[in-house]
Every structure is written in structure tokens, then in C-alpha cells.
């Protein structure tokens, strides 16, 4: 062997090094290359900033009361939080979406594909802002270094803020110049799909994601003093500029599962099974049933049964109260919760949706009442109603359970729209109205824990909440009521394994010596 290569170096050494550089190729694995054009990694930064909120959505739905658990296990819906229920929040940004946009942008840059650089600061944004809202402070001054710094710094949430807008900006900025700007086609089929997997080669549809967003973002500055006098029309700009109709909608459909990949199903789906466990398996919570089934025992509107109620439930759901054992019977075949897998969310091949023509309306509709324009925001309120009821309300089926979904009529929709259930003019509504009807159409969205935290789970505003019986007693120590609910998720596990220096800072940065503190502590734009 020895001689072999001594001969392979002389040859190389005359002057034939050309041969010798494609000799010496050979070793390299065409199937895992070490470089990749932005259109390969985009898709990736795409998916897993998907992923990353999905995964999210495991644990924000027990707050927030959407779901519960039909046995009580001193778990999520009775604030009993860990350093697990915020590792894929942060990992699934941190380590794979912000890794594979970040390869985008530098790539695309060099090639001069402005597209890839706008998608891939706009993902970043989108996946950085939600790691934030759920976690506070996070790192990103001092973030994606590799082996220069395994220890990144948290930066206050307030800063982070500036970033996120900062990134969105430019983004809307690369995405606006004319497709003769662009290097590379923004989206492909042949010979195998790549680049923008998300609205398939649309910049403008970009562009109303990231004004969404950054909508989104502002809005959360509710409780700030400037907040009405220079946010709010802010925020009204960005809504005309944003969502037209819910064909805009941020969302990623599920594939039909290819063992062993039976991640591409729902997250929320009986193949994935995350709400299922025998004795802990998840139903409906009685906040949400109170809201959709008018005949329901405390229903906020007796007699009004919400076409959407069969949809989202079954007609047989009759949910429970966090911490109360209950809710509608698990399938003894299965350990599966029947109601919930009956759910169009929970169809195998439905899809995860982030930011929604309809939640934009509702956003409209808030900071217009906020303003005092409460007639435009009757009609944001009632345009968001009917843009989740026509989104939800299709038809079709889901095939595992076997479940048809009937299509809800626009007379249907009419007839709600003219039920005690919704304000009928200006002088009916208030902030309860809009922030039940966002509620119920923001279903298992984690966004729906940031306004539960900015009214502070008013039960003015919210009135089917109830604390959870056994919750955990730190909190339930708590003199102030409002503060007796969690505020943010716990550290990574991650980063309290690998970065413990920081997160002891983060600790000691709001004034928090456990973790049943630290949950208790408003994030920056959840303080006045």
C-alpha cells in the first residue's frame, strides 16, 4: 500500500495534478455532499421552524385549557412544568431550522439569489420570535458561533425584539425586488421538489407573512405605555399590508406516514398518539366545550351550538376541568381519547397552521376596539368568525379514525353570525367577545398563551377558565391571582446541561432562585 501511494504522490508531483485531483474525488460521498445551494436548504430551515412550534404545541394546549387530562398526574394542565417541555422550542430552532437558514442566506448571498435571503431571515424571525415569547430571554448577540462559543449569552427579551423586527424588515426588503433580482428559481419540482416549500415560489405571499408577523410581534407590546398612541397604527398598517384570505395562511400540510417515518402525520393525530397514554390520555377541557356546544352544562351561550362544535369535538364531548378526572371516555381498543381523535385538527394529513388570515383579523379587530374604532373592529371580529368557520368547515373526512366531517353552509354561518354568540353591533362589543372568538378559532396554537398573558387570564375576558384543582402549590402559594399562572416555559434541558452558567443568569435576572418561580416571572412584553 505504502508503494502505491509513494507512486500515486510522484505522479501527482509531475504534471498531471488535474487527473490527480479527480483521482483523489473518489472518496467523495455523492448522496452527502458538504456544500448545498440555498434550495436545498431552505426546505429544512422551513420544516423544522414548523416542527419547532409543533412541538411547542404539546405543552402550551394544557395551559391554555384547550385540552386537558382525563386522569390527573400532577402533569402540564396542572402547571407541573420541566426542562423537557421547552427542549423542542429551542432545539428545533437553535440546532436545525436557524442552522439550515443561516447556510441559506450565506449561499444565497454569494450566488445573488435574493429570494433565499429574504426567506431565510423571515424564517429566522418567525422561529427566533416564538423561542422568545415562550422561553423570555434566549440566546442570538452570541448565537450560532459553533466551537467559538458553546456558551451564547441571553439576551434580554427587549433586545430580541429589535432583532426579530430587524430581520423581518430586511427580509420584506430582498422579497420586494423584482424576480429578475433573483439568481436561482424560488421553487422547484423538477427533478425533485426544493426551495420554497411553503408558498411555492411566492414572494408576495412572503412579504404578508412577514408584515403578519411583525403585526403579531407589536401586539404583544399591548400592555406598554406608548402601546395605543404609536403601536397600534403601526399594527393596522402592517394588517391592510398583510393577509388578503386564508389562502395566505402560514401553514405546512402532513404527508402520509412511510415506515419508519411515521413523524410526517400529525402532530395532534392517533398515528403520533402524543394525547393518548391509557390513564393519562388528553379531552377536550369543559373551557372550550362551554364556548362551542350551547347546550353544554355552563355554556356561555345556552342554546347556541356552534356549527364548528362537531368539527373541533364531537357532538358527544363533554370535557372536564384541568385536574378533575373526566371528559369523554378513552376506546378501550386504543387508549385513544375518541372525541379528540375525532378532531379535523387531528386528521393524519391535515396541516399545522402558524399565523392565519384569521388571526390577523382578530389582531385587527383588537387594536381597533383598543383605538376606539369599534365599528371597524365589529368588522374584523365578525370577517375573523367567518373566515375560520369557512376554513374549518370544508367537509372531507379523516381516515384514521374513520371520521366525516359535514361541510358547515354559508347559511349556517349566517345564522351564527346572528346568534347571541357573536356582538351584533358596535355597542355590543368588548374585549370579551373578540378574545373568546379568537380563542376558540386559534385552537391548540401556542400563540393563544400570549394573549392569555397579556389580559393576565382575566376571568372577566375568559370566563371558562377554572384553576386547575391540585395544581402545583408553588404557584398556588402565589397571594396575587394573576400571577398564580405560568408565564413562560423553563430553560431548555439542553441548555441547562450545556450552558448552566447563563441560564443560572437568566434565573437571576428576574429575581427567581427555583424553577416554580422562574415559571411565574412575566416575560419583558408581558409587564407593563
Not at 481 to 504: D, F, G, I, M
Amino acid at each position: 500500500m505504502k508503494k502505491y501511494i509513494l507512486a500515486l504522490g510522484l505522479l501527482c508531483s509531475s504534471g498531471l495534478l488535474t487527473s490527480c485531483e479527480s483521482f483523489l474525488d473518489v472518496n467523495d460521498d455523492p448522496n452527502n455532499p458538504v456544500d448545498a445551494t440555498p434550495n436545498f436548504l431552505l426546505p429544512g430551515a422551513i420544516s423544522q421552524a414548523f416542527q419547532q412550534q409543533m412541538f411547542t404545541a404539546l405543552t402550551t394546549p394544557y395551559i391554555t385549557q384547550y385540552i386537558v387530562r382525563r386522569t390527573p398526574q400532577s402533569s402540564t394542565d396542572q402547571f407541573f412544568l420541566t426542562t423537557g417541555n421547552g427542549n423542542n422550542t429551542l432545539n428545533y430552532f437553535y440546532y436545525w431550522s436557524a442552522g439550515n437558514a443561516r447556510e441559506a442566506l450565506k449561499t444565497a448571498e454569494a450566488e445573488g439569489s435574493v429570494y433565499y435571503v429574504g426567506a431565510s431571515k423571515i424564517i429566522t424571525a418567525m422561529g427566533l420570535a416564538h423561542a422568545t415569547d415562550m422561553l423570555g430571554d434566549v440566546p442570538y448577540s452570541e448565537a450560532f458561533q459553533g466551537a467559538q462559543n458553546y456558551t451564547p449569552k441571553y439576551d434580554p427579551q427587549e433586545q430580541v425584539y429589535q432583532s426579530i423586527q430587524q430581520l423581518l424588515d430586511e427580509g420584506i426588503t430582498e422579497l420586494s425586488k423584482p424576480a429578475s433580482a433573483n439568481f436561482r428559481a424560488f421553487y422547484s419540482t423538477s427533478p425533485t421538489i426544493s426551495g420554497d416549500i411553503l408558498y411555492r415560489g411566492n414572494p408576495q405571499k412572503w412579504v404578508w407573512l412577514a408584515k403578519a408577523l411583525k403585526a403579531r410581534q407589536l401586539l404583544h407590546l399591548s400592555k406598554k405605555a406608548n402601546f395605543t398612541a404609536q403601536v397600534a397604527p403601526q399594527i393596522l398598517k402592517l394588517v391592510s399590508e398583510s393577509f388578503t384570505s386564508s389562502a395566505d395562511d402560514a401553514q405546512i400540510q402532513y404527508q402520509a406516514a412511510v415506515a419508519p417515518l411515521t413523524g410526517t402525520t400529525n402532530i395532534f393525530g392517533p398515528t403520533r398518539a402524543n394525547f393518548a397514554n391509557t390513564t393519562t390520555s388528553a379531552t377536550y377541557s369543559a373551557n372550550i366545550i362551554k364556548y362551542l356546544n350551547g347546550n353544554a352544562p355552563g355554556a356561555t351561550y345556552p342554546g347556541v351550538v356552534d356549527p364548528r362544535f362537531p368539527i373541533m369535538a364531537t357532538a358527544g364531548s363533554t370535557g372536564t376541568d384541568p385536574g378533575v378526572a373526566g371528559g369523554t371516555p378513552i376506546s378501550a381498543a386504543t387508549g385513544n381519547a375518541t372525541d379528540f381523535y375525532s378532531s379535523w385538527y387531528a386528521r393524519e394529513l391535515g396541516y399545522f397552521e402558524v399565523i392565519t388570515y384569521h388571526e390577523v383579523k382578530f389582531i385587527e379587530a383588537e387594536v381597533r376596539f383598543i383605538t376606539g374604532d369599534k365599528a371597524g373592529a365589529l368588522a374584523a371580529y365578525r370577517e375573523g368568525i367567518k373566515a375560520h368557520m369557512a376554513k374549518i368547515g370544508v367537509g372531507g373526512s379523516n381516515a384514521s379514525p374513520a371520521v366525516t366531517f359535514a361541510p358547515i353552509t354559508a347559511q349556517q354561518i349566517t345564522d351564527y353570525l346572528n346568534s347571541a354568540a357573536v356582538a351584533q353591533t358596535p355597542d355590543q362589543l368588548d374585549l370579551k367577545r373578540i378574545m373568546e372568538q379568537k380563542y376558540i378559532a386559534m385552537f391548540l396554537n401556542p400563540e393563544s398563551w400570549s394573549d392569555l398573558r397579556r389580559y393576565d387570564f382575566d376571568p372577566n375576558i375568559y370566563v371558562n377558565l377554572r384553576y386547575p384543582v391540585g395544581v402545583n402549590t408553588t404557584l398556588a402559594n402565589q397571594a396575587d391571582y394573576k400571577n398564580r399562572w405560568p408565564r413562560r416555559l423553563l430553560p431548555a434541558l439542553t441548555e441547562t446541561q450545556y450552558n448552566p452558567r447563563n441560564v443560572a443568569a437568566a434565573y437571576a435576572a428576574v429575581g427567581a432562585t427555583n424553577d416554580f418561580e422562574y415559571i411565574n416571572k412575566p416575560v419583558w412584553w408581558d409587564q407593563p
